[in-house]
Structures are given as structure tokens and as C-alpha cells.
């Protein structure tokens, strides 16, 4: 249905939508990936310092290829970069070691896992049931270095002075070559390119092809296949119910399998917890034979304490009926002598 054409009476409005857009953008701030990749000393640090007129890399933070040890692998540097009101969040992926090595087969491969698991990233966030804001690590555009083509495009960290200008470029024996001289290189070519006039073109046809591409992949694997299986991405071969019903069979099996996993574990389970009870049951019962034990020397020690006691009592009884006897007997043989003397 064609829609048809009306023309307004006055101002309602919705022109201002574009102005809407722009300032929301704005106060959002963009987010954008750079992939450099090249041999080391090609002047991927000293290009992107170029392209953006700054310093992302100093000699107090260098390039990775001089922090890390160079190996095929992945590092990215975040920096918030503004112009005019507008921010930038660039994400600077490099990969240090590339094709430094004498054998470089398969020396792309980091690079691609590493392009494919940030598209992976993007897709689960999108598929989360709370989605938050996702913040968009997608490499949105790869500038790989070739080895030697001089003068095509020239960066530099250096700002020299040329008929009373401060310019950025490099001192050569025979003159000077200018960043921004188009007579020079092709860098003010690239730059526009990249970053005035293709920047948003660069995104949208990695969101619109690049990751669509990507994700109809991934989820056709899960749909031919039941499973996220990367290894068979063949075309569906089988109908739909028949399709359906294989992946009802294999979904039986999986919980049957499940199950018996389950049972086992619980049995093991089982097992483990009256194997304590016993040993716990027979720890009991020895700690009670000893307290046991202990108890029956304790009393019979006591008892033969008591009878060392009572032994101890009836001596001691003894002796003293024998102390009062042999005072009794003083007594009265000391009354007798006193009788004898008065008579």
C-alpha cells in the first residue's frame, strides 16, 4: 500500500527529529574499533598517533609491539578521545609479533578468533533476557601494513617546522615529508576516508553484513542442529518433522542419560553417607568401651584408696586404744606409789 501525500498547514514539528537524533548521539558518545595489523616497525603506533593528531602512543606508554613480547597474539588499548563536543570511545586493536616469526602459517588465525569471539560477545549479549547496554567491541575496520612501499602513506610523531608552520612529519637528507601534504602521500586520503567521511559507513556495514553474516550462521547451526556445532553448518537436508523428531529422540536420550547419571550419583551418594553413619556409630562405640574401661579402673582405684584408708584408720585405732591403755596404767601405777610414800 503506497502512501499517500499530505501537505501540512502550518509547523508541527518533526522536522526537529534529526536535531533530536544528533543531540542524543552526541550525548551517547561513539564507540569505535581500529584493527591494525603488520609486521613490527612498519609505524602502526606512529599512523594512528597521525590520524587522530595526538598521542595515543608516547614513550611512556608505546606501541605493544614494544611492551609485549612479541608473539601472535591480541592486545587492545581503550582511549576517549573528544572533538568539538563529540566523544570518542577507540578501541585500538593490535597484534604485536605478526609475521615476525620465520614460519608464519596460520599467523592470521589469532586475528580471526579474535574478530569472531567479539562477535560472539555481541551475540550473547543480544540474546540475554535483561538486556543492558551493550557496548560494541566489534572490529569495525582492519588496516593491514605492507612492507615496502614508501612515501604511499606517512605518519609521524614528530611536529617540525616548515616555511613558519608547525606541521607533523619527517626530516629526510633530502628534504621533507609532509603528513598532511597530499603532495606528498596519500595519508590525508586515508584519514578522510577513515574517520570524516566513512567512519559510520564502516560500522553500519559491520553490524549490517559482517555480524549478520556471522549471526545467521551461528544460529543455523543451532537450528539445523539442535546444538551450537560449528563443525556441520551443511544445509538442512531433512523436513521439518522429521528434523523435529530426531531432535525429540536425541533431546529422550540426553535426559535418559541424564537420569542414570543422576541415579548413579545418588546411589554413590547414598553409599558414602551410611559408610559414616557406620564409621561415625563405630567411633561411638569405641569412645564408650574406653570411657567404659577408663570408669572401671577409675573405681577400682578408688576402692583400693578406701581400703588403704579404712587399713589406715583401724592401725591408727589400734594405736591409739594402746596409747590410752599404757596412760591408764600410769595413772594408776603412779597412785600407788604416792599411797606408799604416806604410809
Known sequence: MVPQEKLLEGYVGFANLPNQVYRKSVKRGFEFT???????GLGKSTLINSLFLTDLYSPEYPGPSHRIKKTVQVEQSKVLVKEGGVQLLLT?????????????SNCWQPVIDHIDSKFEDYL???SRVNRRQMPDNRVHC?????????????GSNTIIVVNEKRVRGRQYPWGVAEVENGEHCDFTILRNMLIRTHMQDLKDVTNNVHYENYRSRKLAAVTYNGVDNNKNKGPMTKSPLA??????????????????????????????KIQKLKDSEQELQRRHEQMKKNLEAQHKELEEKRRQLEDEKHNWEAQQRVLEQQKLDASRTLEKNKKKKIF
Open 243 to 272: 528434523q523435529m523428531e530426531e531432535e525429540r529422540r536425541d533431546h529422550v536420550t540426553k535426559m535418559e542419560k541424564m537420569e542414570m547419571e543422576m541415579e548413579q550419583v545418588f546411589e554413590m551418594k547414598v553409599k558414602e
Open 34 to 40: 581500529l584493527m591494525v595489523v603488520g609486521e613490527s
Open 92 to 104: 585500538i586493536v593490535d597484534t604485536p609479533g605478526f609475521g615476525d616469526a620465520v614460519d608464519n
Open 124 to 126: 550473547n549479549s543480544e
Open 142 to 154: 582492519c588496516l593491514y601494513f605492507i612492507d615496502r612501499l614508501p612515501l604511499a602513506v606517512v
